[in-house]
Nanobody, 113 residues
Framework: QVQFVESGGGLVQPGGSLRLSCAAS????????MAWYRQAPGKERELVAQISYNGRSTDYTGSVKGRFTISRANAENTVYLQMNNLKPEDTAVYYC??????WGQGTQVTVSS
């Protein structure tokens, strides 16, 4: 079955960095676009970044442009999210997905001093 296993979250101070990883299985990873979403307490889940099946095209929501970088390793069925210059408003549970294939358990990112 389709699975997404996110990791790499944690507590970080404002201005710090984290690298999230997502191991995917149960579908042909190299043929699907991938995305990272996040959900903050009391808010709806929002799309943060997406990457094309071959990694050549990426897109970001405005609030993370210039700070976050999405990438993928098709040979490892893994997608990454490098997050730099983190802000308190980035605090959320982060999820990866291939559009329409469901969700993993997410990984908590907390940005606080």
């Amino acid at each position: 079955q389709v699975q997404f296993v996110e990791s790499g979250g944690g507590l970080v101070q404002p201005g710090g960095s984290l690298r999230l990883s997502c191991a995917a299985s149960g579908f042909l990873f190299s043929s699907r676009a991938m995305a990272w979403y996040r959900q903050a307490p009391g808010k709806e889940r929002e799309l943060v970044a997406q990457i094309s099946y071959n990694g050549r095209s990426t897109d970001y929501t405005g609030s993370v442009k210039g700070r976050f970088t999405i990438s993928r390793a098709n040979a490892e069925n893994t997608v990454y999210l490098q997050m730099n210059n983190l802000k308190p408003e980035d605090t959320a549970v982060y999820y990866c997905t291939a559009f329409g294939l469901g969700w993993g358990q997410g990984t908590q990112v907390t940005v606080s001093s």
